[in-house]
């Protein structure tokens, strides 16, 4: 059974109509992360969350917000798309640093087209 | 510079070749994961490893902790086998993972 589900796995949204991406987890796990991936590039993390502390890479553009109201549950927001956020977005979680597990596990993406 | 390299970037293959993917990295880690990514697909994780080798079915992964350096191999090759192949490491001095670029396998029938 999945243990970090996105939704959806598909989204289009119009140029500048805001769209958020969800991802929910059943490991408990502390820490959940965003990464954007364009194609052929590496998965480029836009921010992470310890639990509700917020953490956001510094080259993250203003237009991506996120939000986690509990554990299980984080979002991310885009609000407002421009062409060039068109990719797939990867949501993981993992125990925090210094756990003796330091096993990650990803979701399945979901890949946003902006028309 | 990236922090993790993976070679070589592309990779064709006959089908019931053996292959190999080589990862080095220049970050002190934790745990590297090797993970899978179809055409449009989301990501699987294949291994983790910290030290040593692990073997899952026809896969092979070792890692040299002093090189920074790690091999996944694929034993007797197959189409569906087709994929990208990524390199991710987490680092040991915080909640930061870094991934490689990824190598696209494609193996023919």
């Known amino acids: 059974d999945a243990m970090v589900i996105q939704n959806p796995r598909y989204q289009v949204t119009q140029f500048g109509k805001p769209v958020t991406l969800s991802c929910s987890q059943t490991?408990?796990?502390?820490?959940m992360y965003w990464y954007q991936q364009k194609s052929s590039q590496a998965p480029k993390l836009l921010f992470h969350y310890y639990d509700k502390d917020f953490n956001n890479e510094a080259d993250t553009p203003d237009n991506f917000q996120s939000r986690r109201p509990n554990t299980s549950f984080c979002f991310l927001d885009i609000r407002s798309p421009g062409l060039g956020d068109a990719a797939m977005y990867l949501c993981?979680?993992?125990?925090?640093?210094?756990?003796?597990?330091?096993?990650?596990?990803f979701g399945q993406g979901t890949r946003l087209t902006v028309v | 510079k990236n922090e993790v390299e993976q070679s070589p970037q592309n990779l064709t293959a006959q089908e019931g070749e053996f292959i190999t993917i080589n990862c080095s990295y220049s970050v002190g880690i934790s745990a590297l994961h090797w993970l899978q990514q179809h055409p449009g697909g989301g990501i699987v994780s294949l291994f983790m490893?910290?030290?040593g080798k692990k073997k899952h079915g026809r896969l092979i992964a070792t890692i040299n902790i002093q090189e920074k350096h790690s091999s996944l191999h694929i034993t007797a090759s197959h189409p569906r086998d087709s994929a990208v192949y990524i390199c991710a490491v987490r680092s040991n001095t915080g909640n930061q993972f870094y991934f490689g670029t990824g190598t696209s396998l494609t193996v023919i029938p």
């Open positions: 490991l408990n796990h502390n820490v």
């Open positions: 993981a979680t993992s125990l925090p640093f210094g756990h003796l597990n330091t096993e990650a596990f």
């Open positions: 490893l910290s030290s």
